[in-house]
């Protein structure tokens, strides 16, 4: 509960809150969907998962057609989750372009409305509502994610965060109850975005080790690691093929090079140094708002490790000798601060050691993913912060706050803005080209030696590479295509679908299956041996053993979650 002693000096501070998340998302709400470095992924990936729905498909892994590609394997690798709600926003607002960005303006209302009633089980109405905003302002949030970089995926990932530790909170009052809403979480988080759960698994953690000890009992622990466990089985369906099926597809890339390796560090880094050797950040600051990447980074850089540093030094400006503060909320301080601190050590080339020999860790690609944490922690010390403030245990002039906090906010906010102005953002006609003319990246697509373009003229779906003859396609819908080939000779047929183990060729005179591996090294394509004649083919792409044994342990995990949610509500029945 709030803490009863703390006297909030602001009136209604949600009102704060809410009217400054208007003001910052309302230039994303009139221009739409911005086009940062992965805004055409989203773009093409939300529209082919809409299409695929609408074939029946539960859950859409391989998409058939997504734009210049020939069948691609992405869902297969990339979680699903986040894009079942765009899916269903898509008829309703008029395209996946403003669907996105109405999917991303709820999940900023979900991760304040989280971060807000998370912070106000241990402060006060107007300190939590100073967390809020902190979490809303940092640049990783809406500068980085949205606007640069238009992260969608782990816009989510971040707006689920503080609702897992809620779940925590609650697994230490009501065993079960908690314990079903932890793992249904965690599986959310886990499907929406792994790299964020590696990170943030640990935080969750070692906060249900920090109630346990507030509590002086280990049930929350135990619960969590139960329940984090059981998330991860509920989402065994995507995260077992993904892991496991990576050879299938070209994915060396995604661990190594300039950008996509772990010493491609965020704090400290080449261009920090040159910038910092100058001295001369008013014109670093010019140049990243006129959109120059060379002086953006040194500028977050700045920004993220100057907000986290100057929460610290606030709370570490309260007066030691004041009994009426409470202790708790000054370990909670201090053990934040530790873990901020390992945080942002993670971004430095002190870290390098663990990047190396932690495996699970350079799977997260980017050492600057740990900003998501680095914002949850900062959000968590303005919050101890502005307690220290408003409760007159802080050295800090009274007269000061209102002018310290005014002015950081109207500099957050005015960052932010000038950020969302800045940035291009998609027309109607530019959405239509982007997915017209999209070539998946690599990690989706199966190496080969030559381009398979070349073998498909204008929009044939089907080709012969060598002999003749006449293809007429009947059926061509996700992993199921039906063909009716025509040849006198017979020859080698190129189908306008990457090889994926799975593919299976049937004719209709023959029950043995035919090779459907013949282009597979050389255009990475499926190709079939036609037999002369007159043929029908039916060609299916089935459950991998991996895809399979995902949707065992899911089932069994969510008949296990059920059997926990009815026995809890059984329970509150007989107490009542």
Same mark, same amino acid.
């Given at each position: 509960?709030?803490?009863?002693?703390?006297?909030?000096?602001?009136?209604?501070?949600?009102? /704060?809150?809410?009217?400054?998340?208007? +003001?910052?998302?309302?230039?994303?709400?009139?221009?739409?969907?911005?086009?940062?470095?992965?805004?055409?992924?989203?773009? =093409?990936?939300? %529209?082919?998962?809409?299409?695929?729905?609408?074939?029946?498909?539960?859950?859409?892994?391989?998409?058939?057609?997504?734009?210049?590609?020939?069948?691609?394997? $992405? #869902?297969?690798?990339?979680?699903?989750?986040?894009?079942?709600?765009?899916?269903?926003?898509?008829?309703?607002?008029?395209?996946?372009?403003?669907?996105?960005?109405?999917?991303?303006?709820?999940?900023?209302?979900?991760?304040?409305?989280?971060?807000?009633?998370?912070?106000?089980?241990?402060?006060?109405?107007?300190?939590?509502?100073?967390?809020?905003?902190?979490?809303?302002?940092?640049?990783?949030?809406?500068?980085?994610?949205?606007?640069?970089?238009?992260?969608?995926? !782990?816009?989510?990932?971040?707006?689920?965060?503080?609702?897992?530790?809620?779940?925590?909170?609650?697994?230490?009052?009501? #065993?079960?109850?908690?314990?079903?809403?932890?793992?249904? *979480?965690?599986?959310?988080?886990?499907?929406?975005?792994?790299?964020?759960?590696?990170?943030?698994?640990?935080?969750?953690?070692?906060?249900?080790?920090?109630?346990?000890?507030?509590?002086?009992?280990?049930?929350?622990?135990?619960?969590? +690691?139960?329940?984090?466990?059981?998330?991860?089985?509920?989402?065994?369906?995507?995260?077992?093929?993904?892991?496991?099926?990576?050879?299938?597809?070209?994915?060396?890339?995604?661990?190594?090079?300039?950008?996509?390796?772990?010493?491609?560090?965020?704090?400290?880094?080449?261009?920090?140094?040159?910038?910092?050797?100058?001295?001369?950040?008013?014109?670093?600051?010019?140049?990243?708002?006129?959109?120059?990447?060379?002086? #953006?980074?040194?500028?977050? %850089?700045?920004?993220?490790?100057?907000?986290?540093?100057?929460?610290?030094?606030?709370?570490?400006?309260?007066?030691? %000798?004041?009994?009426? !503060?409470?202790?708790?909320?000054?370990?909670? =301080?201090?053990?934040?601060?530790?873990?901020?601190?390992?945080?942002?050590?993670?971004?430095?080339?002190?870290?390098?050691? +663990?990047?190396?020999?932690?495996?699970? /860790?350079?799977?997260?690609?980017?050492?600057?993913?740990?900003?998501?944490?680095?914002?949850?922690?900062?959000?968590?010390?303005?919050?101890?912060?502005?307690?220290?403030?408003? @409760?007159?245990?802080?050295?800090?002039?009274?007269? =000061?706050?209102?002018?310290?906090?005014?002015?950081?906010?109207?500099?957050?906010?005015?960052?932010?803005? &000038?950020?969302?102005?800045?940035?291009?953002?998609?027309?109607?006609?530019?959405?239509?080209?982007?997915?017209?003319?999209?070539?998946?990246?690599?990690?989706?697509?199966?190496?080969?030696?030559?381009? &398979?373009?070349?073998?498909?003229?204008?929009?044939?779906?089907?080709?012969?590479?060598?002999?003749?003859?006449?293809?007429?396609?009947?059926?061509?819908?996700?992993?199921?295509?039906?063909? @009716?080939?025509?040849?006198?000779?017979?020859?080698?047929?190129?189908?306008?679908?990457?090889?994926?183990?799975?593919?299976?060729?049937?004719?209709?005179?023959?029950?043995?299956?035919?090779?459907?591996?013949?282009?597979?090294?050389?255009?990475?394509?499926?190709?079939?041996?036609?037999?002369?004649?007159?043929?029908? /083919?039916?060609? $299916? *792409?089935?459950? $991998?053993?991996?895809?399979? @044994?995902?949707?065992?342990?899911?089932?069994?995990? #969510? @008949?296990?979650?059920?059997?926990?949610?009815?026995?809890?509500?059984?329970?509150?029945?007989?107490?009542?």
């Amino acid at each position: 509960m709030p803490c009863p002693h703390v006297q909030p000096r602001f009136r209604r501070p949600t009102s /704060l809150l809410i009217g400054v998340t208007i +003001l910052v998302l309302l230039p994303y709400a009139l221009r739409g969907w911005p086009a940062g470095h992965d805004s055409h992924h989203q773009l =093409a990936w939300a %529209d082919a998962f809409y299409r695929q729905l609408s074939f029946d498909e539960v859950y859409p892994r391989w998409l058939v057609d997504l734009g210049v590609d020939h069948g691609v394997p $992405t #869902f297969f690798f990339y979680p699903p989750a986040a894009f079942y709600l765009v899916s269903f926003l898509i008829p309703l607002v008029g395209g996946p372009a403003q669907a996105l960005m109405v999917s991303v303006i709820i999940s900023v209302a979900c991760g304040l409305a989280g971060i807000y009633r998370w912070l106000h089980t241990r402060f006060d109405s107007t300190s939590s509502v100073s967390g809020a905003l902190v979490f809303l302002l940092m640049p990783y949030h809406l500068v980085i994610d949205l606007a640069v970089r238009s992260a969608y995926s !782990e816009l989510w990932g971040l707006a689920l965060m503080p609702w897992i530790l809620i779940s925590i909170d609650y697994t230490s009052k009501t #065993f079960i109850r908690g314990l079903v809403a932890t793992a249904t *979480l965690i599986a959310l988080l886990l499907l929406t975005h792994p790299p964020t759960s590696v990170l943030f698994i640990p935080f969750a953690l070692l906060y249900a080790i920090y109630i346990c000890f507030e509590q002086k009992r280990w049930g929350t622990l135990i619960s969590s +690691l139960f329940a984090i466990t059981l998330g991860a089985a509920l989402s065994a369906v995507y995260l077992l093929p993904a892991l496991t099926q990576g050879e299938y597809a070209d994915q060396a890339h995604m661990f190594s090079g300039d950008h996509n390796h772990y010493s491609n560090w965020f704090l400290f880094n080449s261009s920090t140094t040159a910038i910092a050797s100058r001295a001369d950040y008013f014109y670093a600051i010019k140049w990243a708002f006129l959109g120059d990447s060379s002086y #953006f980074k040194p500028l977050i %850089d700045t920004i993220t490790v100057g907000s986290v540093l100057f929460c610290w030094a606030l709370f570490a400006s309260r007066k030691r %000798d004041v009994s009426n !503060e409470p202790p708790r909320i000054s370990r909670f =301080a201090l053990c934040t601060v530790a873990v901020s601190t390992a945080y942002l050590a993670l971004n430095c080339r002190i870290s390098a050691w +663990l990047w190396a020999h932690l495996i699970v /860790l350079p799977k997260v690609q980017f050492p600057w993913r740990t900003n998501g944490e680095i914002t949850l922690c900062a959000a968590i010390l303005a919050a101890c912060a502005m307690s220290a403030l408003l @409760t007159r245990n802080s050295r800090v002039p009274a007269r =000061a706050v209102p002018i310290a906090v005014g002015t950081t906010l109207a500099i957050m906010i005015a960052a932010n803005l &000038a950020i969302a102005f800045k940035y291009a953002y998609f027309t109607r006609a530019n959405e239509i080209i982007a997915i017209q003319s999209y070539r998946s990246a690599p990690e989706h697509r199966v190496p080969s030696i030559k381009n &398979a373009s070349t073998l498909f003229r204008t929009e044939h779906q089907a080709a012969f590479v060598s002999g003749h003859g006449e293809v007429t396609v009947t059926m061509w819908s996700p992993r199921h295509i039906k063909l @009716t080939v025509k040849s006198d000779a017979g020859g080698i047929l190129a189908i306008a679908q990457q090889y994926y183990p799975g593919w299976a060729i049937l004719t209709d005179d023959s029950p043995r299956a035919l090779s459907a591996d013949l282009l597979s090294t050389e255009y990475g394509v499926v190709g079939v041996a036609v037999p002369p004649g007159r043929h029908s /083919l039916n060609i $299916t *792409l089935g459950w $991998t053993p991996h895809e399979k @044994t995902g949707w065992i342990i899911s089932g069994i995990a #969510f @008949t296990l979650l059920c059997l926990l949610f009815a026995i809890g509500a059984i329970r509150r029945t007989r107490r009542q």
